[in-house]
Structures are given as structure tokens and as C-alpha cells.
Nanobody, 127 residues
Framework: QVQLVESGGGLAQPGGSLRLSCAASGFNFSSYAMSWARQAPGKGLEWVSG????????FYADSVKGRFTISRDNAKNTVYLQMNSLKPEDTALYYC????????????????????WGQGTQVTVSS
């Protein structure tokens, strides 16, 4: 069965960095685009970043552009999110999600546009 397992979350100071990982299993990882999304306390689900199946293109929400970098290693069935220059407003539960296709990155209505989600990893940015 499909599994997505996030890790790497934790507590960081403003201006600090964290690297999230999402280990995938149960499907042909190299055939599917992947995204990261987050949900802050009391707020809705927000798409953060996406990457094509072959890594040829990446996409970012305006709120994280220039600070976050998404990447993937298809040999390791893992997608990453490098988060730099963290801000308190980045505090959220971060999820990775599997797209329906290799070159399909949905940025809205994301709860319906991705077919599998991980359990999430908490990121807290505070001094």
C-alpha cells in the first residue's frame, strides 16, 4: 500500500533552517509529481511547493519563494524540503502529498487534487 512518511520537523529559531524528508513506498515514485503543504493552527491547508516526477521543474508559493527549496531523489524514493530563513509564520504541520500524475502540480483545492498524504511533521519557529 502507498505510504508517505515525513520527518525532520522540530523547533527552530527565526532565521534558522530545517530540512524535511518524505519517504515514499508502495508506488512507482519516479512517475509522480509530489508536493508539500502545511496547516497552521486554526488555518486551512496551504500548498507550499511542488516538483515534477523527474525533478525537471519546481514550484513555490509566494510566501516561501526564495527561502524554501524542494528536491527529490528518485533512487531513494524521497522528496525533501529545505527551509531556510524561517519565520514564526512558517509554524505549521507539514505534509507531503502524491499527485495523480507526473507533471501535475495543483496549488488550490489541494485536499482533492492529491491522492495520498503523509501523517505530517510539526515545524515550530520560535525564539
Amino acid at each position: 500500500q502507498v505510504q508517505l512518511v515525513e520527518s525532520g520537523g522540530g523547533l527552530a529559531q527565526p532565521g534558522g533552517s530545517l530540512r524535511l524528508s518524505c519517504a515514499a513506498s508502495g508506488f512507482n515514485f519516479s512517475s509522480y509529481a509530489m508536493s508539500w503543504a502545511r496547516q497552521a493552527p486554526g488555518k486551512g491547508l496551504e500548498w507550499v511547493s511542488g516538483i515534477y516526477s523527474d525533478g525537471s521543474d519546481t514550484f513555490y508559493a509566494d510566501s516561501v519563494k526564495g527561502r524554501f527549496t524542494i528536491s527529490r531523489d528518485n533512487a531513494k524514493n524521497t522528496v525533501y524540503l529545505q527551509m531556510n530563513s524561517l519565520k514564526p509564520e512558517d509554524t505549521a504541520l507539514y505534509y507531503c502529498a502524491k499527485s495523480f500524475g507526473g507533471f501535475r502540480i495543483a496549488t488550490t483545492m489541494i485536499q482533492y487534487e492529491y491522492d495520498y498524504w503523509g501523517q505530517g511533521t510539526q515545524v515550530t519557529v520560535s525564539s
